[in-house]
C-alpha cells in the first residue's frame, strides 16, 4: 500500500511537471530557448514541449510591427538655428536571435541611434532646407537606420519627423512673413479680378454696339426692301392701269367698227370726245380737215389720247 500512493504521488508530479513545461506560441510571436544558458532554438507559433530543468524561454518575442514615438530632440540646423524635432519609427522585428543576443535594450538603442542619425542629416541643411524636406530626411533616415539595426535582428520600415518645432523668435518671424505674403496676394488677386472686371465690361459694351449696328443695318436693309416693293407694287399697278385704259380703248373701237354707225354719229362723238380730251387742259387740240373720213378722225383720237397720257 505505501509504494501504490509512492508511485501515485511520483506520477502525479511528472504529470504536473510536464504539463507545466507545455508552451503554446501565439501568432506572430516566437520564443528563443537556451540550454544549459546556450542558444538552443526558436520556437514558431504552435504548441511546444520544454524541457525540465535543462531548457528555458530566454526571450519572448513579438513578431508584429511597432511604433515608437521618441520625444523631441535639440539638432543645430547649418545656419545655427536650434530647433526641436519629434520622430516616430516604425520597425519590425525579423530575426528573434539577433534580437535578443545582438543588442542590450534595443529600443534604448534605436532611440539614441536615431537622434544622432537625425543630428547628422539636419546639420547639413539649412533652415528652410529642413521645414521643407521631410519626405528627404525621412527617406534618409530610414535607409541609414534600417542598414545599421540590421545585425540587431530589426528592419526599419519608416521613419516619420512628426514635428518641427523652431524657436519662438523664428516663429514669430515666419508667421509675420506668411502674414504678408497673404496680404500680397489678395492685393493681387484682387487686382486680377478688378482688371477681369474692366475686361469684360469693356468686351460687352463692344458686343452691344457691334449687336446695336448689325440691328442698325438690318433694319436699313429690310425698309429699302420694304419701299422697292412698295415701288415695284405702284408701278405695276399703274402699268395695269395703263394697259387696262388701252383695252378698253381698243375695245371701244372694235365695237364702234362692228357697229358701222353712221357718218354724223360718228362726227357728233367725234366733237364730244374732243370737248372731253380738252377739258380745260390741253394747249393745243388738232382737228382734222376731212370730218366725214372715220379712220382719219381715230387716229387723230388715239394720238390726242397718246400725248394726254403722257404729260
Known sequence: MPQLVLISVVIIIVLVIIIRNIRIVPQASANVIERFGAYAATWETGIHLKIPFIERV???VSLKEQVVDFPPQPVITKDNVTMQIDTVVYYQVTDSKLYTYGVERPMSAIENLTATTLRNIVGDLELDQTLTSRDTINTQMRVILDEATDPWG??????????????????????KQMKAERERREVMI???????????????????????????????????????????????GEAEAIERVQTAIAFGLQKINEVNPSDKAVLLKSYETLAKVADGKATKIVIPSDLQSLASFATVIKEIVADKDAK
Open 58 to 60: 530566454a526571450n519572448r
Open 154 to 175: 530589426i528592419k526599419v520600415n519608416r521613419v516619420e519627423l512628426k514635428s518641427i518645432i523652431p524657436p519662438r523668435e523664428i516663429q514669430d518671424a515666419m508667421e
Open 190 to 236: 484682387r487686382a486680377e479680378g478688378e482688371k477681369r472686371s474692366a475686361v469684360l465690361v469693356a468686351e460687352g459694351q463692344k458686343a452691344s454696339v457691334i449687336l446695336k449696328a448689325e440691328a442698325d443695318k438690318q433694319s436699313a436693309i429690310l425698309a429699302a426692301e420694304a419701299e422697292k416693293e412698295v415701288r415695284i407694287r405702284e408701278a405695276e
